[in-house]
T-cell receptor, first 113, second 113 residues
Framework: AQSVTQLGSHVSVSEGALVLLRCNYSSSVPPYLFWYVQYPNQGLQLLLKYTSAATLVKGINGFEAEFKKSETSFHLTKPSAHMSDAAEYFCAVTKSNDYKLSFGAGTTVTVRA | GAGVSQTPSNKVTEKGKYVELRCDPISGHTALYWYRQSLGQGPEFLIYFQGTGAADDSGLPNDRFFAVRPEGSVSTLKIQRTERGDSAMYLC???????????FGPGTRLTVL
C-alpha cells in the first residue's frame, strides 16, 4: 500500500522567502507522486507530478519538486513566496497506471508581508 | 470550458436523515471519483466509476453509502441514516480515463447535526 507523510501541518514564510514543503512516501512499487494546491472554497488543483521521467519536476506558479528515491522524498519548493501562494498543499501518491490517489494530511502555507 | 461542478456547496442535515450529493464531471470524461476529506485530513478515496459502472467501491465506509452514475456522466453520492461522523467535505473528480490527471470540483461540505 502507498502512503504519504507531510511534515509540518502549518508553514509560515515571509513574502520573497523560500517555500519548502516536505513530503515522504512509502510505496511497495515505483510510485507516481503529485502535489496539489487547494485555495479556499476551490477544488484541488494539480501543481506538478512525477511519473518516473525526470527527477526534478517543474510545475505551475514557479513551484518545483525533486524525487529522491534514496530518501523516499518528494519535497516541494518555490524560491520566492508570493502572497497568492497562501493555500493548503497536499502531496499524493499512487502506483503507476492506478487511479486511487493516497493523500497526505496537508500543509497550510501562510505568507507574511 | 467548464470544470467539475458539485451541488450543493453546503448541506446541513440532521442525524438520521438521507442526503444526496451531486457531481457534474467535465464533459467527455469517462472516469469519475469520489473522495471524502475530514477536517485536518487529506482526501480519502471512496469510489471510482468507469462509465456507468462502479469499478472500485472499496473506499465506501459502510453500506449506508452508495453512489450511482446511471448515464455515465452525472454522479450522485447517497448517504442513508446520516451520522455526525459523516460530516466532512465530499470531493468529486473526473478524468479522461482512469490513467489521466484527475480534475477536482470545489466540493460539498456536509454537516450532520
Amino acid at each position: 500500500a502507498q502512503s504519504v507523510t507531510q511534515l509540518g501541518s502549518h508553514v509560515s514564510v515571509s513574502e520573497g522567502a523560500l517555500v519548502l514543503l516536505r513530503c515522504n512516501y512509502s510505496s511497495s512499487v515505483p510510485p507516481y507522486l503529485f502535489w496539489y494546491v487547494q485555495y479556499p472554497n476551490q477544488g484541488l488543483q494539480l501543481l506538478l507530478k512525477y511519473t518516473s521521467a525526470a527527477t526534478l519536476v517543474k510545475g505551475i506558479n514557479g513551484f518545483e519538486a525533486e524525487f529522491k528515491k534514496s530518501e523516499t522524498s518528494f519535497h516541494l519548493t518555490k524560491p520566492s513566496a508570493h502572497m497568492s501562494d497562501a493555500a493548503e498543499y497536499f502531496c499524493a501518491v499512487t502506483k503507476s497506471n492506478d487511479y486511487k490517489l493516497s493523500f497526505g494530511a496537508g500543509t497550510t502555507v501562510t505568507v507574511r508581508a | 470550458g467548464a470544470g467539475v461542478s458539485q451541488t450543493p456547496s453546503n448541506k446541513v442535515t440532521e442525524k438520521g436523515k438521507y442526503v444526496e450529493l451531486r457531481c457534474d464531471p467535465i464533459s467527455g470524461h469517462t472516469a469519475l471519483y469520489w473522495y471524502r476529506q475530514s477536517l485536518g485530513q487529506g482526501p480519502e478515496f471512496l469510489i471510482y466509476f468507469q462509465g456507468t459502472g462502479a469499478a472500485d467501491d472499496s473506499g465506501l465506509p459502510n453500506d449506508r453509502f452508495f453512489a450511482v452514475r446511471p448515464e455515465g456522466s452525472v454522479s450522485t453520492l447517497k448517504i442513508q441514516r446520516t451520522e455526525r461522523g459523516d460530516s466532512a467535505m465530499y470531493l468529486c473528480a473526473s478524468s479522461l480515463d482512469g490513467n489521466n490527471e484527475q480534475f477536482f470540483g470545489p466540493g460539498t461540505r456536509l454537516t450532520v447535526l
